[in-house]
């Protein structure tokens, strides 16, 4: 029971500061996200997927929403852009973080994918130049996500796992950084977000690195084959609660694909 003590307060003392990786590891881990979004070739960079309302781009294919069709996902390529360029970063003097994407439709874009046009080359170049730039928001996406997190549990149980799962994979017994760790919590959130906002539901059922975390199986031993597994259970979930419109179960063998790299 000490041992337990003393190891709660431990983690919890790592978890109440900043999560920090050095641009080196932020950047091994974000060209593993880079393979994982688009099999880490230039020309995925700037990308739509047939049958989706947004265009998706940068290492994390990051989600940027026409002016016609907000969506109610997280608008993550504005808060990257921002965050980047705060950070020093310089975009194409036509972009900012205000304005809706480029093309309204995949139509355009493919249009302009086809014609190689000077926003998409300009563009294309501003994200491959900026990808340790992109991995440090990633690291920051994950910050800001466990204090949501935490804010978001409905009582001191629930709290308490979330807290014990995410330092369990996050943190070597020694309490250093375990980078497969930081690369599942990374890559999970960055792929279906933290799963506390409420407009990300079907049938009042969420999908993201919480429903993960609140899932996950404490007596398995490999706490990466337990992630693994707690992943492929919630997205088999989203495949069954959402819209039969949205035909989620044509990625569920790419999503496992992934999945599969959370093993170890």
């Known amino acids: 029971m000490k041992k337990l003590l003393i190891a709660a307060l431990f983690f919890s003392t790592f978890l109440s500061a900043d999560i920090k990786l050095s641009n080196r590891d932020a950047l091994v881990i974000a060209n593993r996200i880079w393979i994982n979004e688009g099999a880490g070739k230039h020309k995925y960079l700037v990308w739509w997927n047939k049958g989706e309302e947004f265009a998706s781009l940068g290492v994390g294919h990051f989600i940027w929403f026409t002016k016609d069709k907000p969506m109610w996902f997280y608008h993550a390529f504005p808060n990257m852009l921002k965050f980047i360029t705060k950070r020093g970063a310089k975009p194409p003097k036509w972009l900012n973080p205000n304005m809706s994407c480029v093309w309204n439709s995949y139509a355009e874009w493919k249009r302009a994918k086809k014609l190689n046009t000077p926003k998409m080359q300009e563009l294309t170049t501003f994200l491959n130049n900026t990808k340790a730039l992109q991995a440090q928001f990633m690291v920051y996406r994950l910050n800001s996500a466990y ?110 694909v992934r999945t599969r790299t959370y093993q170890k």
């Not at 997190?149 to 375990?178: C, H, M, P, Q």
């Not at 799963?195 to 007596?219: I, K, S």
Request: glycine share 6%.
């Open 147 to 256: 204090k949501k997190l935490i804010n978001y549990a409905s009582n001191a149980k629930e709290r308490a796992k979330i807290k014990r799962v995410f330092s369990k994979l996050l943190y070597k017994s020694n309490g250093t950084i375990d980078p497969q760790g930081a690369y599942c919590l990374i890559d999970y959130t960055n792929f279906k977000g933290d799963g506390t906002l409420e407009t990300e539901r079907y049938q009042n059922t969420g999908w993201g690195l919480y429903q993960v975390l609140e899932h996950f199986d404490e007596t398995n031993p490999n706490k990466f084959m337990a992630f693994a597994n707690s992943t492929r259970y919630i997205l088999d979930r989203l495949i069954k609660v959402s819209p039969p419109k949205r035909n989620l179960k044509r990625f569920r063998k790419g999503w496992f």
